[in-house]
């Protein structure tokens, strides 16, 4: 019995804590007598004990890691502090255990002196507007030279760029006067359109006034034709029917007479009478009666004044 509680401690204290369950997206670098062993992926392993060792513990998962400014000089020798973030991930952790010595701080500080190399090629102006060169740049170079190191290199962002202050203040000048022309050109531009766009509607007001005063004319004159055409129409259609009806020319003239009876009644001076006229007596017989009065004007053949 004392013999089995024995083996049974001995058990706990040796064998079971060689039990290793390696969680997802890890891996365990193992070492056997001081020496690269094996990696362990995800799932259940057993270490030897006295003889296996884990080295490390590698998180695969992609890490971020955002690095101090740096202070850096432009080619125009404008120095700006600068800070960049870093998107990388391990790929092989035996290399990222043997291949370099505390890798978070290799990659910071290689950060930094690439950054330095490549804004040293560039202006001021060309730094501030030329960020996805610049990123571009800086994961190319990190992602080679960190290879060896069982890391690469995603992603390099440029987070933060930072001019002295005169920098800044002759920017926000220049930024300011740059606004203000903006300003005034794009109200002038609206000044000219809202001109251009009243002139485009005095000159369409004037064509459709001209237009409506058009075909008014031409509806009044259309009228005025169809009320003459009408006017003939029923003169030749009476004179039609009274040939129908073998009017002589006694009846002819009592018609003529009508008509000068009617043209009596207006404020006319001057008659004309027919030159033919045979009998004035009798026409002036005929007037009295249609007037209704004693004639007031002398007749004469041809004309009545």
Not at 164 to 180: G, T
């Amino acid at each position: 019995m004392p013999v089995f509680i024995i083996l049974l401690i001995l058990v706990i204290i040796f064998i079971i804590p060689c039990v290793k369950v390696v969680p997802q997206s890890k891996v365990y670098v193992i070492e056997r007598l001081g020496s690269y062993h094996t990696t362990w992926h995800n799932g259940l392993h057993f270490k030897v004990p006295f003889i296996d060792r884990i080295a490390n513990i590698v998180l695969l998962k992609e890490m971020v890691r955002d690095f101090a400014p740096q202070p850096v000089i432009t080619k125009d020798n404008v120095t700006m502090q600068i800070d960049t973030v870093v998107y990388f991930q391990i790929t092989d952790a035996k290399l990222y255990t043997y291949g370099v010595e505390y890798p978070i701080s290799a990659i910071e500080t290689l950060t930094a002196t690439t950054l330095r190399n490549i804004i040293g090629e560039l202006e001021l102006d060309q730094t501030l507007t030329s960020r996805d060169i610049i990123n571009g740049k800086m994961r190319a170079i990190l992602d080679e030279a960190t290879d060896p190191w069982g890391i690469k290199v995603n992603r390099v962002e440029v987070k933060n760029i930072l001019p002295p202050k005169d920098i800044q203040d002759a920017m926000e000048k220049q930024m300011r006067a740059e606004r203000e022309r903006r300003e005034k050109i794009l109200q002038a531009e609206g000044e000219k359109k809202s001109s251009v766009l009243i002139a485009e509607g005095e000159k369409e007001s004037a064509i459709l006034r001209a237009e409506a005063d058009k075909e008014s004319r031409i509806k009044r004159a259309e009228g005025e034709a169809e009320a003459m055409l009408k006017i003939k129409t029923a003169e030749a259609e009476g004179i039609r029917l009274l040939r129908e009806a073998g009017a002589d020319k006694a009846v002819l003239q009592l018609k003529s007479y009508e008509t000068l009876s009617k043209m009596a009644d207006g404020n006319a001076t001057k008659i004309l009478l027919p030159a033919d006229l045979q009998n004035i007596a009798t026409f002036g017989t005929v007037l009295q009666e249609t007037l209704g009065n004693e004639p007031k004007t002398t007749v004469k053949k041809g004309t009545r004044e």
